[in-house]
T-cell receptor
Framework: NAGVTQTPKFRVLKTGQSMTLLCAQDMNHEYMYWYRQDPGMGLRLIHYSVGEGTTAKGEVPDGYNVSRLKKQNFLLGLESAAPSQTSVYFC???????????FGNGTRLTVT | KNQVEQSPQSLIILEGKNCTLQCNYTVSPFSNLRWYKQDTGRGPVSLTIMTFSENTKSNGRYTATLDADTKQSSLHITASQLSDSASYICVVSATDNDMRFGAGTRLTVKP
């Protein structure tokens, strides 16, 4: 099982550019999440989805959009990247309420 | 102010020694508390979960404790190994999709 796969692993953007981060899980999980991890801080929730076709805002949603058109995929979009969005982005999924999160290995994004 | 505070921020121990990591939280209501291990360059992996009624739970050399009255949890690692070098993250759930992450404790085990 691949588990949770994130692509790309690394990316450098210029301010104002756009990009999409892809998260794919092969565990048939209902719930999927996008987090960002910054030095000295805990992971912060950007957006999440409780099932195919649904999305909801997390703690820090501004500047990001998401889509969950297929159950196994959760896309995170940056329409106009800003230096403040330099971070490591983690996708996670879980089967049901109360079950543990399964994380991908992250995407390191630098915005210059 | 973060609702989940972990201490120490970093810790260096010698292989074979024990250590204890602390997690204090103010998250309310409380649903459960999980400890995750995050190796460098990887995503976190769940070690153990504590619910309100549980005081102690072990997973191999890892033992987690929870005092729901004082809102404190600890993770004790016994007979440390080089592979224990990682960040350990405490995550407290208020409601099901409201999970608050601590900043983690960076543990380094030296030979």
């Amino acid at each position: 099982n691949a588990g949770v796969t994130q692509t790309p692993k690394f990316r450098v953007l210029k301010t104002g550019q756009s990009m999409t981060l892809l998260c794919a899980q092969d565990m048939n999980h209902e719930y999927m999440y996008w987090y960002r991890q910054d030095p000295g801080m805990g992971l912060r929730l950007i957006h999440y989805s409780v099932g195919e076709g649904t999305t909801a805002k997390g703690e820090v949603p501004d500047g990001y959009n998401v889509s969950r058109l297929k159950k196994q995929n959760f896309l995170l979009g940056l329409e106009s990247a800003a230096p403040s969005q330099t971070s490591v982005y983690f996708c996670a999924s879980r089967a049901r309420q109360g079950s543990p999160l399964h994380f991908g290995n992250g995407t390191r994004l630098t915005v210059t | 102010k973060n609702q989940v505070e972990q201490s120490p921020q970093s810790l260096i121990i010698l292989e074979g020694k024990n250590c204890t990591l602390q997690c204090n939280y103010t998250v309310s209501p409380f649903s459960n508390l999980r400890w995750y291990k995050q190796d460098t360059g990887r995503g976190p992996v769940s070690l153990t979960i504590m619910t309100f009624s549980e005081n102690t739970k072990s997973n191999g050399r890892y033992t987690a404790t929870l005092d729901a009255d004082t809102k404190q949890s600890s993770l004790h690692i016994t007979a440390s190994q080089l592979s224990d070098s990682a960040s350990y993250i405490c995550v407290v759930s208020a409601t099901d999709n409201d999970m608050r992450f601590g900043a983690g404790t960076r543990l380094t085990v030296k030979p």
